[in-house]
Structures are given as C-alpha cells and as structure tokens.
C-alpha cells in the first residue's frame, strides 16, 4: 500500500507560482490551497513516502 508524508506551507500573495514550482520540482503534489482566518492562503502537499525516509521515521 502506498504511504504519504505530508507539507503544509503559506503561499505569499506576489509568488505563489514559484512557491508552488519550487516544491513541485522535489515532488512535492499540491492537494488543496485553502484560505486562512487572516486572508492569506496556506498550500497543503504530499509525495509518495520512499523507503529510505519509512526507515528514518
């Protein structure tokens, strides 16, 4: 069965895109963008768990 590990990150409002491009090119999957109390937005992510990081857990 496949396992996840999961990132949560702010999206500032003048980049998201590269926010976005940066975590995407570690493999990072955007799942849902979700606006907080305070307006601003918050990014949720996930990327397949490999072995190696299952190990260290």
Not at 12 to 19: D, E, S, V, W
Not at 20 to 29: S, V
Not at 32 to 51: C, F, H, W
């Amino acid at each position: 069965m496949q396992k996840w590990e999961y990132f949560i990150t702010p999206l500032p409002l003048h980049t998201p895109g590269a926010i976005l491009n940066n975590w995407g090119a570690k493999g990072w999957e955007l799942v849902q963008i979700i606006m907080n109390e305070q307006g601003g937005t918050v990014a949720y992510l996930k990327r397949p768990l490999s072995d190696e990081s299952e190990q260290n857990a």
